[in-house]
């Protein structure tokens, strides 16, 4: 069985995409299981977030509750207010007199007009269906790949190729697990790989400017505080740059959400344990990253809509 970001215990997704008509766009939401810590680090030159200041190891709330990744750059942000929504409803969130505030972080990838129309970006109410889907999806369920929820409108390479949605998952001999999934719209290539004949992933990359992003959440079953979870997101952004040329770069919104669930500790047993079990932990954050990354480029199918064709990465 293919590895996936589901085999934490505990962490499902949901997509929900629109295709045709002028649309090329859908949300991906990632939903951990409630008292999950996160935090999150941003590395490219050009993010669309929200909520993200909420991560940050010295704020109030150290859990989260869902994590939203969108096509619809920053229109599609309000995706976030349609998950956050479906987890009041459900009673998540950060108790405060007369209920509770949902911890909804998000971030979105550029891919306006893909389709055809401009204005066809995801709005709140697939925010919420992409968060429901989540939750009806039950332990350890398959992921979908490649053209699929904020995947669906991604491209590589300046628009060269499709990209799209992979996952990926490292588990540790010592029980713990890290899983990443990744939305591929970056202005990069695969590192070590062709984007045509005779014409390498590292060249000079012609053409207009593009807007470009790859989103990741990293996931795992580890106990960590916002601390660590901050510094495994760090590390995680190594896996991007393993596996695009050029990557975190001024056009690029790279954006790392690390979560952990708590369910496996650490070995802490002295000083120079804890640091082994965190940088073997973060080094799998990493490798799982890369593997994520390039997952999401092979399961990308090409389409044509009205802006043009956009071909596989590898059927040309």
Same mark, same amino acid.
């Given at each position: ?17 629109? /295709? ?48 939203? !990744? ?33 911890? @909804? ?61 992979? /996952? ?11 899983? $990443?999934? $990744? ?35 990293? *996931?795992?079953?580890? @106990? ?11 590390? *995680? ?21 690390? !979560? ?12 120079? *344990? ?5 940088? /073997?932990?973060?080094?799998? %954050? ?17 389409? #044509? /809509? %009205?802006?043009? #064709? ?7």
């Amino acid at each position: 069985m293919t590895s996936k970001i589901t085999d934490v215990p505990g962490i499902r997704v949901g997509h929900v995409q629109r /295709t045709g008509d002028g649309w090329l766009s859908g949300v991906t939401v990632v939903l951990p299981p409630p008292g999950t810590v996160g935090s999150v680090d941003v590395r490219g030159g050009g993010p669309g977030t929200h909520e993200t200041d909420a991560l940050d190891p010295t704020t109030l709330v150290p859990t989260v509750d869902a994590v939203v !990744l969108t096509g619809g750059s920053a229109f599609g942000l309000v995706t976030a207010h349609g998950a956050q929504r479906w987890c009041e409803e459900q009673g998540r969130g950060f108790a405060v007199p007369g209920g509770v505030v949902p911890i @909804v972080p998000a971030a979105a990838i550029f891919d306006l007009g893909r389709g055809g129309d401009f204005a066809a970006r995801p709005d709140e109410a697939m925010g919420y269906v992409a968060a429901g889907a989540a939750a009806a999806s039950g332990e350890h369920a398959d992921v979908g790949r490649g053209n699929v929820g904020a995947g669906t409108g991604a491209v590589i390479g300046r628009g060269a190729f499709k990209g799209g949605v992979g /996952t990926s998952s490292v588990t540790l001999d010592s029980g713990v697990v890290v899983g $990443a999934l $990744a939305v591929v719209n970056a202005l990069g290539m695969p590192i070590g790989a062709s984007s045509g004949p005779g014409e390498p992933a590292n060249s000079e990359l012609a053409g207009p400017p593009a807007l470009n992003t790859t989103l990741v959440v990293v *996931a795992t079953n580890a @106990v960590l505080d916002p601390a660590e979870c901050k510094r495994t997101a760090s590390a *995680a952004h190594a896996g991007l740059a393993r596996a695009l040329s050029p990557s975190h770069t001024l056009a690029d919104g790279d954006t790392v959400f690390a !979560l952990a669930t708590g369910a496996v500790a650490l070995d802490r047993s002295s000083e120079q *344990a804890r640091q082994v079990s965190l940088i /073997t932990l973060q080094s799998a %954050a990493a490798d799982a990253v890369r593997l994520a990354v390039l997952d999401g480029v092979a399961a990308a199918e090409s389409i #044509t /809509t %009205a802006a043009g #064709t956009f071909p596989a990465y590898g059927a040309v």
